[in-house]
């Protein structure tokens, strides 16, 4: 699919956030500067309004590696592993071993090698257009009946 804006952007964060639930996982995958951190703070912002909250600012946590969101009910952790090098550093991070209701949103996944179950995979890409994104969605679990939803 053709992301054509940031609005664009953002409608498809918001349809995505309508169906987010408790151990629900985003893996943004893409290069530097692509819109991972973007999408992020659309669907971030877009839950806060719906909670009634104000949208905070949403950065990327490329130094912190993580994020952490609560959103009355719900909780976010939003993390960016481009500095992990090796899988044992995963395991220090401890993402998946606990057991909380958390969804999680990680940019850069690809030391992860854990199976999980309701995952959303995004791929965005350049275009010529330095407006336009190429956006792949992946869907495992429950995302899988949402095929057209996107």
Known sequence: MIVK???HLNTISKKIS??????DCIFLIGEIGVGKTT???HLINHLQ???????????????????????KNLKIMH?????????????YLGIFSD????????????????P???????YLDYRKSEKEREMKIVRFGKWKNFKNEF
Not at 49 to 71: G, M, Q, R
Not at 99 to 114: H, S, V
């Open 39 to 41: 999408f992020t703070r």
């Open 116 to 122: 999980l179950e309701d995952k959303l995979e995004i």
């Open 49 to 71: 309004k719906e909670k009634d909250l104000k949208p905070t600012e949403v950065l990327s946590p490329t130094f912190n590696l993580l994020h952490e969101y609560d959103i």
């Open 5 to 7: 804006s940031l609005d």
């Open 18 to 23: 309508i169906h987010l639930s408790k151990k």
């Open 79 to 91: 993390y960016d592993l481009y500095r992990i090098k090796e899988t044992k550093e995963l395991d």
């Open 99 to 114: 057991e909380t209701d958390t969804i999680k949103i990680i940019e850069w996944p690809d030391l992860i090698k854990t």
